[in-house]
């Protein structure tokens, strides 16, 4: 189910933000997008186990808006998630000069929560 594979996918990418969480030779362009990777995919799989569709887009405001039309609501943890938007394009081709540093830290605890905030919203896995 497409939901599931969306859930994986976030994992995957929550990954390099726990390991860039102690290596600076990651760079903060990197760790963002990995974020906003990660919560869009949760979005997307939780309008998708609900039925609601979305268009191709990296614009985290765009899925809160279309959970938010659904009935769904963001935990207030996960409320800063659409902050994230500009490193899935912008950030990738230009240089990140934001002061102060991405907080790493408060980035992996970000996407964790995103995580198990999808996890809850997804129908139980058929153990079969």
């Known amino acids: 189910e497409q939901a599931r594979l969306l859930l994986r996918k976030a994992r995957q990418d929550s990954v390099i933000v726990s390991r860039a969480v102690g290596d600076l030779e990651i760079a903060d362009e990197i760790v963002g997008f990995h ?6 995919k949760c979005m997307k799989a939780v309008l998708c186990a609900r039925g609601n569709s ?3 887009t990296h614009d ?6 279309l959970l938010h039309d659904a009935g769904v609501a963001l935990p207030d943890a996960l409320r800063e998630l659409v902050v994230w938007s500009p490193f ?3 950030y990738r081709y230009e240089d990140w000069s934001a002061t102060p540093p991405v907080d790493r830290v408060r980035a992996e605890s970000l996407v964790r929560a995103a995580i198990a905030w999808t996890e809850g919203e ?3 896995e058929d153990t079969g």
């Open 122 to 124: 997804l129908p139980a």
């Open 88 to 90: 899935a394009v912008a």
């Open 60 to 65: 985290l405001q765009e899925l809160h808006d």
């Open 54 to 56: 979305y268009r191709r």
């Open 35 to 40: 974020v906003q990777q990660a919560c869009e």
